[in-house]
């Protein structure tokens, strides 16, 4: 098992928005491949993380399962219109990805 991490840095008072719309995606998008509700959790900054932190952990079986679901992800109109939409209420050049092996 993997943990795929999405780490973003909300706008100041942006928060609530980016949290909101990555639900959305959750629901709308992540669902078409394969990450759904019992596979993706959202986390935010509260003690010791940045407040403007905003994370997003998929679970998956492994890196192959990862690359099947990126690449139906870059297929979706949907996550392409929903990207430029997020983009304004983010922090430029702070998203990132981290994979994480499950023990």
Not at 40 to 47: A, C, E, N, P, Y
Not at 81 to 95: F, N, Q, R
Request: net charge positive; proline share 2%; aromatic share 6%.
């Amino acid at each position: 098992m993997m943990i795929a991490r999405w780490q973003i840095e909300a706008q100041f008072g942006h928060k609530q928005t980016v949290t909101d719309s990555l639900k959305k995606r959750s629901v709308e998008i992540g669902a078409q491949i394969g990450w759904t509700e019992n596979k993706v959790r959202i986390l935010t900054g509260s003690i010791g993380a940045l407040k403007s932190t905003v994370l997003t952990e998929i679970l998956v079986q492994d890196l192959a399962e990862r690359n099947a679901a990126w690449n139906k992800l870059g297929k979706i109109e949907a996550h392409k219109e929903w990207s430029k939409e997020l983009e304004p209420h983010i922090v430029s050049g702070t998203p990132r990805w981290e994979i994480l092996r499950v023990v």
